[in-house]
């Protein structure tokens, strides 16, 4: 229920429940019951008492309802240090921290080691804090925080699949394998036969093989040959930069990268070149981070639904506190495609065609333009088929130099927010105040390594 972040009457004193209850005419423990217990309330007295609430700014004590119903009114969540600020993770920790605010709860962050999740720090935060429940996220194959959450009857959301084993518990997810599905149904509107995919090494993300698994269907779908066309590299862009080269030299038309740090690495390499992304090879990242739309071209990326995340999330978490026995509910959520200038026809034609699987958005300039690229590609396959659609594309403004840094986002090696340790205040609502890093989601969990790149073509 929506509330005045001030609790005044008009005369400059503390608006009381009593106040509130002699406004609304009704007894202060209805007005108690449309706080906690609204379900015990008919529709129109809980209609007239909200109003009520929310015309007066009236908030209740925390520490009251605390003691009142034993709950501390805590979410608990853990974060990962990473190398780079993940906006991706930024925004899913805003989305989060909003939604708990508007239910009357805050996010209590903690310190989670790097590296594959692991228990840490969950057990001293439930002994210290006794919060009423946690949000997951970064989860992988033998994950041991579900079950371990499970026995306990604590309750808890993640935002990632139970990738292994048993099925555990509340879920939201993004459906990864979609996104790079829509990226070939796009790229192959526009007469790409040969599609590559730039992805993390097998087996390192749960995430990341769900990515790889998209292009794969897809290609099959279609009947493009994928021998020689996927490569595997960490998530940095150094190592990027060298395991694209044997895709570029294998005669790949179009590249979709697991994450828009991957598609930096390979706008890289093709400059090297004397090539232009967009024109010569067109180019598809993830996760859509602000980064892309700044890039020269602008990056083509799939988008991930965080806002929506971050609501479902808090939502599944409190259905899950508010009723302990009721079936488990899992979401694997949409993402859309973003249509920008560096996914262009084969031949140097203005992007456009159709997509299928996740949504489709056509991207604008950053200056607002919507002047196509023009000129000839110089890697056109000679097996290439017409059948480019249009749409409306714009060029960037601006240049940001090929070297510039990208946005590891993976939530799986989450961020370096300076957040609390366990015993710490809770985070309010809004934006994160402690920036969180990262490498994204469900997150992108782009897998973490050394800047060697580790290029082993994959049939």
Request: one cysteine or more; hydrophobic letters at 35%.
């Amino acid at each position: 229920m929506p509330r005045s972040s001030r609790s005044t009457s008009a005369k400059g004193g503390q608006v009381t429940l009593a106040m509130v209850a002699a406004r609304a005419g009704v007894s202060p423990q209805t007005v108690s019951n449309a706080i906690n217990s609204p379900a015990m309330l008919r529709p129109e007295t809980l209609e007239r008492v909200s109003r009520v609430i929310e015309e007066m700014g009236y908030r209740p004590s925390r520490a009251a309802q605390t003691l009142r119903t034993r709950s501390s009114r805590l979410i608990g969540y853990g974060v990962q240090p990473g190398p780079a600020s993940s906006p991706v993770l930024d925004r899913f920790l805003h989305a989060l921290s909003q939604a708990a605010d508007e239910a009357g709860y805050r996010i209590l962050l903690f310190a989670a080691p790097p590296g594959l999740p692991s228990l840490d720090g969950y057990e001293e935060l439930l002994d210290q804090h006794e919060v009423d429940g946690f949000v997951l996220s970064g989860t992988e194959h033998g994950d041991p925080r579900q079950a371990w959450l499970a026995k306990r009857d604590v309750p808890f959301v993640g935002f990632g699949r139970m990738w292994s084993g048993r099925q555990i518990g509340d879920w939201v997810d993004v459906d990864g394998a979609s996104g790079t599905d829509a990226a070939v149904e796009h790229l192959v509107s526009l007469g790409h036969r040969r599609i590559a995919f730039l992805g993390w090494e097998r087996g390192s993300s749960a995430a990341g093989d769900d990515r790889a698994e998209g292009w794969l269907r897809a290609m099959r779908r279609h009947g493009l040959p994928t021998r020689g066309r996927r490569a595997q590299s960490v998530n940095e862009i150094d190592a990027a930069r060298t395991a694209v080269r044997p895709l570029l030299d294998g005669g790949a038309t179009a590249v979709i990268a697991a994450s828009d740090m991957l598609a930096l690495g390979c706008y890289q390499t093709l400059r090297e070149r004397g090539a232009a992304p967009g024109r010569d090879v067109a180019v598809v990242g993830f996760d859509d981070s602000p980064t892309a739309g700044l890039l020269f071209p602008a990056l083509t990326s799939v988008a991930q639904p965080l806002e929506e995340v971050g609501r479902e999330c808090v939502r599944l978490l409190l259905a899950r506190i508010g009723a302990p026995d009721a079936a488990p509910e899992r979401l694997l959520l949409e993402p859309s495609l973003v249509v920008r200038d560096s996914a262009q026809a084969v031949g140097g034609g203005a992007a456009g065609g159709r997509s299928t699987g996740a949504g489709q958005v056509n991207g604008g300039s950053a200056d607002g333009s919507s002047a196509g690229s023009g000129g000839a590609g110089s890697n056109a396959p000679s097996d290439s088929a017409a059948g480019s659609g249009s749409a409306s594309s714009g060029s960037a403004s601006g240049s940001a130099p090929g070297s510039s840094s990208a946005d590891n986002n993976s939530l799986a090696h989450g961020s370096s927010a300076s957040s609390s340790p366990a015993g710490s205040s809770a985070a309010g609502s809004g934006p994160a105040q402690n920036s969180a890093q990262g490498s994204n989601s469900a997150v992108g969990d782009a897998p973490s390594g050394s800047a060697s790149a580790e290029s082993a073509l994959a049939e």
